[in-house]
């Protein structure tokens, strides 16, 4: 009898353990469902990597002629300088919102005062 309760006891301590470990991977549940891309996604506030310079020259997260989006923007001046540094560009003056609610002014880089901006999004972009 004793050989019997301890297989019992170990079958259910083994088939308990196995199945809480199953994952289940592949294909969502629902047969309709869509990828975040496909839906469109979270439109999450994106931040620019200032880490490494672009092919153009310019700092990550500051592009020549790129399209800053306007929205409602929350950014102090003294963020909008701190970010514009990180990008690098040194020297931020006129700093001003519009009514798109892009600050814009102008900064050095590379010994050039050239037009910046940053969106609401924390974009920044030489103009």
């Known amino acids: ?10 079958a259910t301590v083994l088939g308990s353990g196995a199945s809480a470990q199953t994952t289940t991977t592949g294909s969502p549940a629902a ?7 496909q839906s469109g ?3 999450s506030v994106t931040r620019p ?3 490494k310079a672009t092919p153009d020259g310019m700092p990550a997260g500051a592009h020549m002629n790129a ?10 001046e003294g963020e909008v300088r701190s970010r514009l540094n990180k990008a690098g560009f ?14 814009r002014g102008t900064a050095m880089h590379s010994g050039k005062s050239v037009s ?3 969106d609401f999004k ?6």
């Open 41 to 43: 996604g979270q439109e």
């Open 31 to 37: 047969p309709d469902a869509k990828t975040s891309q």
């Open 1 to 10: 009898m004793r050989p019997l309760v301890t297989a019992l006891l170990l």
């Open 90 to 103: 040194t020297d931020a003056k006129d700093l001003k919102k519009d009514d798109q609610g892009i600050w």
């Open 116 to 118: 910046v901006g940053m």
């Open 49 to 51: 990597n200032t880490d």
């Open 122 to 127: 924390g974009n920044v972009a030489a103009q």
């Open 67 to 76: 399209k800053l989006e306007r929205g409602a923007n929350s950014f102090t």
